[in-house]
């Protein structure tokens, strides 16, 4: 018997994996204990893990806010539990669930997790989690009607300010086409492309036509991946460095 924290032991080793950690957090923290914030997102799948104490979110008013390897957030609204630590779920917050559980560890639903990251992650981190959430088909509250850059967009903004190039308009309407980058004293337009969202047939046919009418309107079109962005950066902006040397 390997001690993690106080009452709670792992068998045979101390080598858990990151479920293992987070389980034993929650368990030490007693009875209405759930993960919470970006070990939440990390456990949905909306965030990579990381290092750090986790955090835990329990429905007490009172008491520490830390202990070893753990971030205690208080939460009274948990504290309202009209069953069982067994049960599939816990209302309350914004009228919705708030508590569930995933691979058995009580932890905040996806909802109840993008509300507590709004004031605890950087911006791109919630855009990328509340993206990703999207992407698995949960409804988010709050979503309709927003429109905000993506972190691969974010990503493009830091390496022009970086190398240094020229700040692009982003998010313009040329024709019929919203396009991410653009500068217009040069005519040169870059599209950023990830997997998730340009996938398949549909996907494939317009951005092709996008580039078509960019191009028939006068401007250079450069296109980028995901992958590029992340790991080729210098590469990336040399090549718009030189087009729009070319369009000076």
């Known amino acids: 018997m390997h001690r993690i924290h106080r009452g709670v032991y792992a068998v045979g080793h101390r080598a858990l994996s990151h479920r293992g950690r987070w ?8 009875e209405g ?6 070990f939440a997102a990390a456990l949905w799948g909306l965030l990579k893990p990381i290092d750090g104490p986790i955090h835990v979110s329990t429905p007490t008013t009172a008491g520490r806010l830390s202990r070893r390897g753990i971030h205690i957030h208080r939460c009274p609204s948990l504290a309202d539990l009209s069953s069982p ?4 779920a816990i ?13 058995r560890i009580p932890v905040t639903t996806i909802q109840r997790t993008i509300d507590d990251l709004e004031a605890s992650i950087a911006p791109y981190l919630l855009r ?4 990703q959430a999207e992407l698995m088909g949960v409804h988010l509250k709050g979503a309709e009607g927003t429109r905000s850059r993506s972190d691969l967009e974010e990503e493009f903004l830091a390496l022009c300010r970086c190398h240094p190039l020229p700040p692009p308009e982003t998010n313009v309407k040329i ?27 549909v996907a494939f046919r317009e951005d092709r036509a996008r580039d078509l009418d960019l191009r028939q309107r006068g401007f250079t079109v450069l296109r980028f991946s995901e992958r590029q962005l992340e790991e080729e950066p210098s590469r990336v ?3 718009v460095a030189r087009a729009l040397a070319e369009r000076a």
Not at 91 to 103: A, C, K, L, M, W
Not at 128 to 131: K, N
Request: one cysteine or more.
């Open 23 to 30: 389980m034993a957090a929650v368990l030490a923290c007693g």
């Open 175 to 201: 024709g019929r086409w919203e396009v991410d980058f653009v500068w217009r004293d040069q005519c040169v337009a870059v599209e950023i492309d990830s997997f998730a969202y340009h996938r398949g047939s």
């Open 237 to 239: 902006a040399a090549d």
């Open 85 to 88: 630590p067994s049960s599939s």
């Open 33 to 38: 204990a759930v993960l919470s914030h970006h």
């Open 128 to 131: 990328r989690a509340r993206r």
């Open 91 to 103: 209302r309350g917050g914004r009228g919705g669930q708030i508590v569930t559980r995933r691979h």
